[in-house]
C-alpha cells in the first residue's frame, strides 16, 4: 500500500502547490492547459499538399487553355510586344503598281505637308476578284511608321483583265516622313 504525505508537495513546474480535493465529483479541468497529448481542439489539421497542387494545376490548365482559345479566336492583342506585318499577304490574281515617280511629296504655299500617289490595281487571273482595302505608310528616316490611312478603291471587284486607277492626297503628312509604302489591308 502506497504512502502519502500529509503535507501536500510544490509543483515543479509553476510553483505552486496541486490543488487537493475531498470529492471527486468536484474536479473541474477548466482552469488547467489543454496537455499536449490531448486530441482534442485546438489543432491544427494537416495539409494535404498533393490535393492542393492538384487544384492549382487545374486552375492553370483552365486559364491558359481560355488565353489560348481567346488568342486563337480574336487574335494576339495590339498591346503584346511583337512584330506583326504592316501589310496583308498579296492578293491571288491582283497586281498593285504605284511607281515611285507618280509619288509626290511636297510643301504647299501655306506651309502644309502633301502627300500623293497615284497607281492601279489590276486583276491579271481569270475570274472575277474582289479588291480589298488598300494601306499607305508613310516612314521616317529611321523607318518607323509616322503616317497612314487607308484607301477604299473606286471599284470593289474587278473582271479578269480589267483595271482600276486609284489617285489618293492627304495633307498634314509629318515633315519626317521620307518614304512610302503601299500594299495590302491586313484583315
Known sequence: MPVFDAAPARSARSGERPKVYDDVESISYADEAPSSFDFSPPFKPRRNWARLGTYLAVVFAVVTLGAAAAIALNGVPDWVPIPRPTFAEAQRDLQ??????????????????????????????????????????????????????????PKRTLKPGESVTINEAVTDVPKSAVAAEIGWKPD
Open 96 to 153: 498593285l503598281d504605284f511607281p515611285r515617280n507618280r509619288q509626290d511629296k511636297r510643301t504647299l504655299p501655306n506651309g502644309t505637308e502633301f502627300f500623293g500617289a497615284s497607281g492601279t490595281v489590276t486583276n491579271i487571273g481569270q475570274q472575277t476578284r474582289n479588291v480589298p482595302t488598300i494601306l499607305i505608310v508613310l516612314r521616317d528616316a529611321r523607318d518607323r511608321v509616322v503616317y497612314s490611312w487607308e484607301v477604299a478603291p
